[in-house]
């Protein structure tokens, strides 16, 4: 595409809004499908089937945003591609495309539900090796290590959300269905293995690097929900009908849930007294920014994750955090998804204001 080309798309309405769309707005179809399967899991089905039509429309329209914007500003594309901070947030894709299809096997779409599991475990094998690859080897002068962030976590979130779509998927199929359990097994030691390694970059950028308060994203929040989305894609695998796979390591799996859900609750203090430091301390703004849906999933999946382990190894008090777990991320939800639509509002108002004007001015 030549440069005029380009310049035409830009100046068409919502261009800019699309040059700079998100890599990870795909987060929005993650946090809205797990606040649904939270209600349908504590029976408010009016509620979560409200979440589902939203989530349904979001990923459509992401969609259809986002190959909009690979076909207009490809070189822009291929630098959020190769661009450390931003690349693997292109994960949320996979995470949102294998949630919802959960969201929806439940609802009892399960031939669209497959279609989604079968694509997440597509795009899940083509991203795991293309974007670490881009990132890695491209090389722009800058340390690489010290552009390490939350986002990078969201490669783990993936991970785990195909396990938890295949042990969905196994109860529709006859007999062993192997591949089944081991993609289960594979996709929840991978997602584990990945949060590890993550976690030592991380760990490693803030002691040489450290972390001011404006770099100090929600995404951050999802080195808890890597955790939480481990434990329900754990218990979900543990819980699984017999194959090979999954009898071999069913124990481990076991032993392991309850573990992450600890660490996953103890991240949460600290998350907040980060915000606070990062808000109220340093007076950085609080305003509507995509990445936003990146705290609204990890405590959506917390909550899910307390009210699925409470009720599988008969835990009430861990299923009672789960309960106000859920009524918190509602009202997170409900507050960041306000404040998008009052952004996509002023967004509108701005170009017809514009538009107005260039039509006075022509």
């Known amino acids: 595409m030549n440069a005029s080309t380009q310049v035409g798309w830009r100046g068409l309405p919502y261009g800019t809004a699309l040059e700079k769309l998100s890599p990870g707005y795909f987060a929005l179809v993650m946090g809205t499908s797990i606040m649904s399967v939270g209600f349908h899991l504590t029976g408010f089905e009016v509620l979560s089937e409200a979440l589902l039509v939203i989530a349904v429309i979001a990923y459509v329209v992401l969609w259809a945003l986002f190959i909009a914007r690979a076909a207009t500003f490809r070189a822009e594309t291929m630098s959020d591609i190769r661009n450390p901070e931003k690349a693997f947030a292109y994960f949320t894709i996979v995470a949102g495309t294998d949630v919802l299809g959960v969201r929806l096997m439940y609802q009892g779409y399960a031939g669209v539900a497959v279609v989604l599991f079968m694509v997440g475990a597509l795009l899940w094998f083509v991203f795991g090796y293309l974007l670490p690859w881009q990132v890695l080897m491209t090389r722009d002068g800058l340390p690489i290590l010290a552009r390490t962030n939350g986002t990078w976590y969201i490669w783990s979130v993936a991970s785990q959300s195909l396990a938890i779509g295949m042990t969905a998927l196994r109860p529709h199929f006859d007999g062993e269905a192997r591949w089944i359990g081991i993609i289960a097994v594979m996709s929840w030691s991978v997602g584990v293995a990945l949060y590890i390694g993550v976690s030592v970059l991380v760990a490693l950028r803030i002691i040489h690097h450290g972390v001011t308060p404006a770099q100090f994203e929600p995404p951050y929040w999802v080195a808890m929900g890597a955790m939480a989305i481990a434990v329900v894609a754990g218990s979900n695998i543990v819980a699984m009908e017999s194959t090979p796979m999954v009898d071999a390591v069913r124990d481990l799996v076991s032993g392991t849930v309850v573990v992450f859900w600890c660490f996953a609750a103890w991240l949460i203090p600290m998350l907040i007294g980060a915000g606070v430091w990062r808000h109220v301390l340093n007076k950085v703004p609080l305003t509507y920014v995509p990445t936003l849906w990146s705290m609204v999933f990890p405590m959506g999946m ?47 108002t701005r170009q017809r204001h514009a538009s107005a004007v260039n039509l006075a001015v022509s």
Request: aromatic share 8%.
């Open 302 to 348: 917390f909550a899910v994750a307390s009210i699925n382990i409470g009720r599988v190894d008969a835990l009430p008090v861990v299923e009672s955090i789960g309960y106000v777990a859920l009524v918190v991320a509602s009202v997170v939800w409900l507050i960041v998804f306000v404040a998008m639509l009052r952004g996509i509002v002023l967004m509108a």
